[in-house]
């Protein structure tokens, strides 16, 4: 069974830091994989989708990258404001054939002012 | 251009009941999939259609159920509902399957007493 590590689990930081969240997963046979955010008792907001081509996409102060050989993706969040404050979470697809995602476990930010 | 919306936003049921949500798709996505999130076991997927069709479905037991509609809309069911249902149920909508951005509904938290 596929597992999917988050690692920090939560993670506080002053504002104007640049920081990294890391997604890792024990099968490197994923399809691509998707970043959302979820705000307390909301629902998820995509962020990054990387395809199943990409290695890398970027979205203003965000960035993912997708290594698959090495089961790893990463997001990085330049110049953190206090509105990033909120959970990551990392979500692949295994295959082409649905949209069935495995979801990781979330990474809970906090950006002090 | 309106997002996914799900219905009701809450609902409190009794232990034994059954219960029906509602998911509608941003206008002319043709795959809708389901989530139960829980502090416990975080997201974890329920099933998936794709134009009327059941493409995937997860690992709850037969009391949840779905359907989609020939609009996209989907509903899902739980019947026989018990306390540890409780959970914010989330809805997903992609154009296709594969390669393209979910997006997620704000989702109906259930509480069962």
């Known amino acids: 069974k596929q597992e999917v590590t988050q690692i920090p689990a939560a993670l506080s930081v002053p504002e104007g830091e640049n920081l990294v969240l890391n997604c890792s997963f024990t099968?490197?046979?994923?399809?691509?994989l998707q970043w959302f955010r979820q705000d307390p008792g909301k629902g998820l907001t995509s962020l990054l989708l990387i395809q199943s081509s990409q290695r890398e996409q970027t979205s203003g102060r965000l960035n993912a990258s997708l290594d698959k050989s090495s089961g790893r993706s990463t997001l990085y969040i330049a110049a953190s404001q206090p509105g990033d404050s909120a959970t990551y979470l990392c979500a692949f697809l295994r295959d082409n054939y649905g949209q069935n995602f495995v979801f990781g476990p979330g990474t809970r930010l906090s950006v002090l002012p | 251009k309106a997002g996914v919306t799900q219905t009701p936003r809450y609902l409190i049921k009794t232990r034994g009941q059954q219960v029906t949500l509602s998911c509608s798709p941003i206008s002319g996505h043709r795959s809708v999939s389901w989530y139960q999130q829980t502090p416990g076991q975080g997201l974890q997927f329920l099933f998936e259609?794709?134009?009327?069709?059941?493409?995937n479905k997860g690992n709850f037991p037969g009391r949840f159920s779905g359907r989609q509609f020939s609009n996209s809309r989907s509903e899902m069911n739980v019947s026989t509902l018990e306390l540890g249902d409780s959970a914010l149920y989330l809805c997903?909508?992609?154009?296709?399957?594969?390669?393209?951005?979910?997006?997620f509904g704000q989702g109906t938290r259930l509480t069962v007493v």
């Open positions: 259609y794709f134009s009327e069709t059941q493409r």
């Open positions: 099968d490197s046979a994923i399809y691509n």
């Open positions: 997903a909508s992609s154009l296709w399957v594969g390669n393209t951005e979910a997006f």
